[in-house]
């Protein structure tokens, strides 16, 4: 379409002087083919366009790594970090030592220690989470290799009272608990430390407004001294992908405890297919 | 800019193509490893805690 007007300027061009289109006449005279004639000045408006082009497409980027990096890329690295962290635990114990029937209270690690691994099969079956000591952000929370931190004033598992721990359910770094609301009154959630598997159950879910620390009591909601129960107890914020009003409580209740020895849960392992070994082990026993 | 592009790197067209791709791979690859990352420590305000 370009062509055709240059063309009629250029027949006007060698006929008469055309003082209007002069500009045009001496462009197109000067390259002799169509194609040089083509290369018109690079006007800054395409060059903002396309430049626009190119940050919406990464702005898009942006929303497509974040899903990928949280569901994709960190749940197989942490998988990896617990299947390590497992056999490391399983080497290091010491299998002369018989269980003394008791069942024991993890010893409080420093901050930001890893001292736990969360498994709920509930929310994906290979579903397991480092934990670490304390709620920091920069220092747990955030972290894709930590990501589940224990609210350092609450109970360690094993002790009555209240064992509370917290995670985001958004965000573009680790989110462990995004599908907390899958949890079904009964399912299991497995803590694995060095000394076994503490098995919950998962009683009930509330929504509360994040300045109810209460639901970090010794027995949550209830002021007063620890009594017999073992409390597990999940923070994470609501809504899911909108914003960060409220939060979301999740409790579970302690039902089991395998020593190291015995090797982890059955459902867990039969769930779980990076959790190994304990089947042989449960078969020879 | 498109056009500069194009026209910056010599060759055949599928040689062009190839290359651009290429270019294109290279930036994907940065975005991914330094300036998502950086642009996440920016924009997110998640919490997921309780505290009076």
């Known amino acids: 379409m370009e062509n055709q007007p240059a063309d009629a300027v250029v027949e006007a061009a060698a006929s008469a002087s055309v003082p209007a289109g002069a500009g045009g ?24 366009g396309e430049l626009l082009l190119v940050s919406g497409l990464a702005v898009l980027g942006y929303f497509g790594w974040q899903y990928v990096n949280t ?23 010491d299998p002369e030592t018989p269980w003394n029937g008791k069942i024991p209270i993890a010893a409080a690690p420093a901050e930001g220690q890893v001292f736990g691994v969360l498994y709920i099969p509930a929310m994906g079956k290979n579903y397991a989470y480092r934990v670490a000591e304390g709620t920091d952000r920069p220092t747990v929370l955030d972290l894709s290799d930590k990501g589940i931190g224990h609210y350092d004033k609450t109970q360690m598992p094993g002790a009555t009272g209240n064992f509370a721990i917290a995670a985001h359910r958004s965000g573009p770094w680790v989110t462990p608990f995004r599908e907390i609301m899958r949890l079904r009154v009964g399912d299991p959630i497995y803590l694995e430390t060095e000394d076994g598997w503490y098995t919950y159950r998962f009683r009930s879910q509330e929504y509360v407004l994040p300045t109810e620390t209460d639901v970090l009591d010794a027995f949550p909601r209830v002021s007063g001294e620890p009594g017999k129960d073992r409390i597990l107890t999940l923070t994470t914020c609501h809504p899911k992908e909108d914003g960060t009003a409220e939060r979301a409580i999740t409790y579970a209740v302690f039902d089991d405890f395998r020593p190291r020895s015995e090797g982890a849960p059955a459902a867990l392992a039969e769930a779980n297919s990076n959790v190994a070994g304990s089947s042989a082990k449960q078969a020879g026993a | 800019m498109f056009s500069l592009l194009w026209r910056f790197f010599p060759g055949p067209v599928w040689l062009r193509i190839l290359v651009l791709l290429l270019v294109v791979a290279a930036l994907v690859w940065a975005l991914i490893t330094y300036a998502y990352p950086y642009a996440a420590t920016l924009l997110s305000s998640e919490e997921s805690t309780v505290t009076s």
Request: no cysteine; proline share 4%.
């Open chain 1, 71 to 93: 569901q994709v890329v960190v749940p197989q690295q942490q998988q990896g970090l617990a299947a390590q962290q497992s056999a490391r635990w399983a080497a290091e114990a």
């Open chain 1, 25 to 48: 006449a001496r462009h197109a005279v000067g390259g002799s083919h169509a194609r040089t004639r083509r290369r018109a000045r690079l006007s800054p408006l395409t060059v903002i």
